[in-house]
């Protein structure tokens, strides 16, 4: 017999599913049949079960926050088991020490996270049986049955799991010791608040904050242009004046009128026309980062609910694995391709792209390349291609840009002539004219709406010589504008570029030995947990950094803690780790000098903070407790067996970064405060006690929240009519 462990219970019974079985209290059991000959145990984690110790487990004195007992270094590091999932610790460990049971397989998430959880509940059940890995990247019946039938040796993916506990050791040092050293110095300061700082929330929040310094920095200048509008012959069109240094702005005011009287009425030449043609290939196929960039630019959609719908595509088989950080695909992957366009010609949706204009791209290397194919492909759809209209409006936006890039990367190039056109008016003033004809739509057909157009005009057909006469001109105004806010979708990029701000189609080879701030991962769950530690605010998709993480960054300065570069060398050295190329030991040294140097910089730093400009009292106040978490347990989470906790404006399951387990009941609902008890009731029994006083419009009622299992939410109910009435 064996037992396979999965990272949560869909992926589990997707697991399950090819094979014949039965459920059981916590796992599945399968018949034998040809991959299993003697039968199998499917079960799973919820996410991560198993947790590194508080301090105070390591020594007692830690449980105090003080400065004396900082830094704090564990010898070693150890986990338990979280207790609001202990009942299912036990059921696997109960099926893992079994006498039948000779082999393990380990079916987490096929990265390192999911090798770090399944690994962790093993070492902790202390069982030392064989093990395999199962490592696919769909979850499609054709995938999993190849995946069980050519499973990996452990050893192959064991240095994955070295990186994911070094970077889970890591970030308990310097978030631990950084955490407790600002928010204690800054209480003596008068600022009674837990100041939460990381290993890359920290450095993110400075891109953040850097870019709101330079908004409030940033002073207008006005500035004038001369425009015309020229006729030669029956055709229009526009022209600004330049100098000679090829500079159109005039800080003169008196100048730019003189100018533009100069040239009224006056006879015009059309003296050069260049003319470029320009090929722009189609776009790279998605990985994670691009795919939320893209859908934050166009659904306003965050970095985490992008993740959240493309795992849940995931799991139904549709979507290949989303935390994927590379934009090739191999040529295994590359042959499935015609079955996946030939189900997709057939959707109403797609069906006026086919037929294709390059039947194969098996050999184009803009998409093939098997060394760029890190632990995962890009993302692409799999051959189970749902029907498109049948998909609920969010998934079907998501599913939609896939499908469509798989598409393109299947079409010609598209082309375009720009056209520079220089006008001497008079013999003496210079104006100059741009625009552009698109001779191929090619792709862009395809993407239309993902393309924004560009600004360029659409130039009438002009040749050297013709002439013609000034038939408007003025001096226009403008003024210098501030940079603009980051987008969330624009963070995630400037994540991923280690705040290095890159917005162009060709990102990818800018990109391929670029370090970045966390993980395809973790970068969502990190602009999240800025969120919800009142950082950063995001108001009509634009990040705002608040007065609390601009005094966070303030007190910080420029040392190693806000620091991009060092932070994304350290993602680097952590990759070689999985790669095998690096020691852990030597890192996690590293880390213990760097967290001894973070409480010292602060020491040092906090004799000279002025914290004069800050209005104390109206700092958005964290809702954490004085526990390096997220906050107070109110209830069992009833989706996925996590930690329902407070978090400020709502109650929310902390496993959203850990499993994506999205639960969220928001504590005002139609005017109405929903109380911790009222949550506890709704978690453990699915149904609330009657609550009075809703409010919508100008009615008032009262209602239950009842549990719905489908959407996984709390939805109102009212009461039968006769209760209603007593």
């Given at each position: 017999m064996k037992v396979v462990i999965a990272e949560k219970p869909d992926q589990a019974m997707k697991l399950a599913s090819p094979f014949p079985h039965k459920k059981q209290q916590g796992f599945i059991e399968v018949h034998p049949n040809r991959i299993f000959p003697k039968g199998a145990f499917f079960t799973w984690a919820v996410g991560h079960i198993c947790e590194l110790v508080p301090p105070e487990a390591y020594n007692p004195a830690w449980k105090k926050w003080s400065l004396s007992t900082l830094p704090l270094i564990p010898e070693s590091f150890h986990y338990q088991v979280m207790k609001s999932k202990a009942k299912q610790f036990g059921i696997i460990k109960q099926l893992?020490?079994?006498?039948?049971?000779?082999?393990?397989?380990?079916?987490?998430?096929?990265?390192?996270?999911?090798?770090?959880?399944?690994?962790?509940?093993?070492?902790?059940?202390?069982?030392?049986?064989?093990?395999?890995?199962?490592?696919?990247s769909s979850l499609t019946e054709r995938a999993v049955t190849a995946g069980f039938s050519a499973l990996l040796d452990e050893t192959e993916t064991r240095n994955l799991y070295h990186e994911a506990y070094s970077r889970s050791c890591a970030d308990w040092l310097v978030g631990m010791n950084a955490s407790r050293v600002y928010t204690l110095l800054l209480k003596q300061k008068g600022i009674n608040d837990v100041f939460s700082a990381g290993r890359v929330q920290t450095p993110t929040l400075a891109l953040v904050v850097k870019r709101e310094k330079e908004i409030a920095a940033f002073k207008p200048e006005p500035f004038w242009e001369v425009k015309a509008t020229f006729a030669i012959g029956k055709k229009r069109y526009e022209g600004v004046w330049h100098k000679d240094d090829g500079e159109s702005r005039i800080l003169d005011p008196q100048l730019a009128e003189r100018i533009a009287a100069f040239c009224r009425d006056k006879p015009a030449e059309v003296s050069e026309v260049e003319t470029e043609r320009k090929e722009f290939l189609p776009p790279y196929l998605f990985n994670l980062s691009s795919l939320q960039a893209t859908a934050?630019?166009?659904?306003?959609?965050?970095?985490?609910?992008?993740?959240?719908?493309?795992?849940?595509?995931?799991?139904?088989?549709?979507?290949?694995?989303?935390?994927?950080?590379?934009?090739?695909v191999t040529q295994e992957e590359a042959k499935t391709f015609p079955?996946?366009?030939?189900?997709?010609?057939?959707?109403?949706?797609?069906?006026?792209?086919?037929?294709?204009?390059?039947?194969?791209?098996?050999?184009?290397?803009?998409?093939?390349?098997?060394?760029?194919?890190?632990?995962?492909y890009a993302i692409i759809p799999t051959e189970q291609v749902p029907t498109v209209a049948r998909l609920s409006g969010e998934e079907r936006n998501i599913y939609d840009l896939v499908a469509r890039r798989l598409i393109a990367a299947h079409q010609e190039s598209a082309l375009f002539d720009?056209?520079?056109?220089?006008?001497?008016?008079?013999?003496?003033?210079?104006?100059?004219?741009?625009?552009?004809?698109?001779?191929?739509?090619?792709?862009?057909?395809?993407l239309f709406d993902e393309e924004k157009e560009d600004k360029e005009a659409v130039l009438p057909p002009l040749a050297k010589g013709e002439t013609g006469k000034v038939h408007k001109v003025e001096a226009k105004e403008s003024k210098t504008q501030p940079p603009k806010r980051y987008t969330e979708g624009q963070l995630i990029t400037l994540m991923k570029t280690a705040g290095k701000h890159l917005d162009n189609q060709e990102l990818e080879q800018v990109l391929m030995k670029t370090e970045g701030l966390g993980t395809e991962a973790t970068r969502a769950?990190?602009?999240?947990?800025?969120?919800?530690?009142?950082?950063?605010?995001?108001?009509?998709?634009?990040?705002?950094?608040?007065?609390?993480?601009?005094?966070?960054?303030?007190?910080?300065?420029?040392?190693?803690?806000?620091?991009?570069?060092?932070?994304?060398?350290?993602?680097?050295?952590?990759?070689?780790?999985?790669?095998?190329?690096?020691?852990?030991?030597?890192?996690?040294?590293?880390?213990?000098?760097?967290?001894?140097?973070?409480?010292?910089?602060?020491?040092?730093?906090?004799?000279?903070?002025?914290?004069?400009?800050?209005?104390?009292?109206?700092?958005?106040?964290?809702?954490?407790?004085?526990?390096?978490?997220?906050?107070?347990?109110?209830?069992?989470?009833?989706?996925?067996?996590?930690?329902?906790?407070?978090?400020?404006?709502?109650?929310?399951?902390?496993?959203?970064?850990?499993?994506?387990?999205?639960?969220?009941?928001?504590?005002?609902?139609?005017?109405?405060?929903?109380?911790?008890?009222?949550?506890?009731?709704?978690?453990?029994?699915?149904?609330?006690?009657?609550?009075?006083?809703?409010?919508?419009?100008?009615?008032?009622?009262?209602?239950?929240?009842?549990?719905?299992?489908?959407?996984?939410?709390?939805?109102?109910?009212?009461?039968?009519?006769?209760?209603?009435?007593?």
């Amino acid at each position: 017999m064996k037992v396979v462990i999965a990272e949560k219970p869909d992926q589990a019974m997707k697991l399950a599913s090819p094979f014949p079985h039965k459920k059981q209290q916590g796992f599945i059991e399968v018949h034998p049949n040809r991959i299993f000959p003697k039968g199998a145990f499917f079960t799973w984690a919820v996410g991560h079960i198993c947790e590194l110790v508080p301090p105070e487990a390591y020594n007692p004195a830690w449980k105090k926050w003080s400065l004396s007992t900082l830094p704090l270094i564990p010898e070693s590091f150890h986990y338990q088991v979280m207790k609001s999932k202990a009942k299912q610790f036990g059921i696997i460990k109960q099926l893992l020490k079994r006498t039948d049971v000779t082999e393990i397989i380990h079916a987490g998430d096929a990265g390192r996270e999911g090798e770090l959880i399944v690994r962790t509940i093993v070492e902790m059940c202390k069982v030392k049986k064989p093990m395999k890995r199962l490592w696919i990247s769909s979850l499609t019946e054709r995938a999993v049955t190849a995946g069980f039938s050519a499973l990996l040796d452990e050893t192959e993916t064991r240095n994955l799991y070295h990186e994911a506990y070094s970077r889970s050791c890591a970030d308990w040092l310097v978030g631990m010791n950084a955490s407790r050293v600002y928010t204690l110095l800054l209480k003596q300061k008068g600022i009674n608040d837990v100041f939460s700082a990381g290993r890359v929330q920290t450095p993110t929040l400075a891109l953040v904050v850097k870019r709101e310094k330079e908004i409030a920095a940033f002073k207008p200048e006005p500035f004038w242009e001369v425009k015309a509008t020229f006729a030669i012959g029956k055709k229009r069109y526009e022209g600004v004046w330049h100098k000679d240094d090829g500079e159109s702005r005039i800080l003169d005011p008196q100048l730019a009128e003189r100018i533009a009287a100069f040239c009224r009425d006056k006879p015009a030449e059309v003296s050069e026309v260049e003319t470029e043609r320009k090929e722009f290939l189609p776009p790279y196929l998605f990985n994670l980062s691009s795919l939320q960039a893209t859908a934050n630019k166009m659904f306003k959609y965050s970095p985490q609910k992008t993740l959240e719908i493309a795992q849940k595509l995931y799991v139904k088989g549709i979507l290949s694995y989303p935390r994927s950080d590379s934009s090739f695909v191999t040529q295994e992957e590359a042959k499935t391709f015609p079955d996946i366009l030939a189900k997709l010609s057939r959707q109403p949706e797609y069906q006026s792209h086919f037929p294709l204009s390059k039947a194969s791209i098996a050999q184009d290397k803009r998409y093939v390349n098997q060394k760029k194919v890190t632990d995962h492909y890009a993302i692409i759809p799999t051959e189970q291609v749902p029907t498109v209209a049948r998909l609920s409006g969010e998934e079907r936006n998501i599913y939609d840009l896939v499908a469509r890039r798989l598409i393109a990367a299947h079409q010609e190039s598209a082309l375009f002539d720009y056209t520079t056109v220089k006008t001497l008016v008079d013999g003496r003033a210079v104006f100059i004219s741009k625009g552009k004809v698109q001779i191929r739509a090619g792709w862009r057909e395809v993407l239309f709406d993902e393309e924004k157009e560009d600004k360029e005009a659409v130039l009438p057909p002009l040749a050297k010589g013709e002439t013609g006469k000034v038939h408007k001109v003025e001096a226009k105004e403008s003024k210098t504008q501030p940079p603009k806010r980051y987008t969330e979708g624009q963070l995630i990029t400037l994540m991923k570029t280690a705040g290095k701000h890159l917005d162009n189609q060709e990102l990818e080879q800018v990109l391929m030995k670029t370090e970045g701030l966390g993980t395809e991962a973790t970068r969502a769950g990190i602009i999240n947990m800025l969120k919800e530690r009142k950082y950063i605010e995001v108001r009509k998709n634009q990040v705002f950094a608040t007065q609390k993480g601009m005094l966070l960054i303030e007190v910080i300065g420029d040392k190693i803690l806000a620091s991009p570069e060092m932070t994304a060398r350290w993602e680097q050295r952590l990759q070689e780790i999985g790669q095998g190329e690096a020691s852990p030991q030597a890192f996690m040294e590293q880390v213990r000098k760097l967290s001894h140097k973070i409480v010292e910089d602060a020491v040092q730093q906090s004799r000279e903070w002025k914290l004069d400009g800050y209005d104390v009292e109206a700092l958005p106040k964290s809702k954490q407790t004085t526990k390096f978490s997220l906050g107070s347990k109110v209830a069992v989470c009833r989706a996925c067996g996590g930690d329902l906790v407070d978090k400020g404006d709502f109650y929310g399951c902390a496993n959203y970064k850990k499993s994506q387990c999205a639960v969220t009941v928001s504590k005002t609902i139609l005017g109405k405060k929903i109380t911790p008890a009222a949550v506890k009731k709704l978690m453990e029994t699915g149904k609330t006690n009657l609550i009075k006083g809703f409010v919508k419009g100008k009615e008032r009622f009262d209602a239950y929240l009842h549990w719905e299992e489908a959407e996984k939410k709390a939805k109102i109910s009212l009461p039968p009519l006769k209760e209603k009435s007593s």
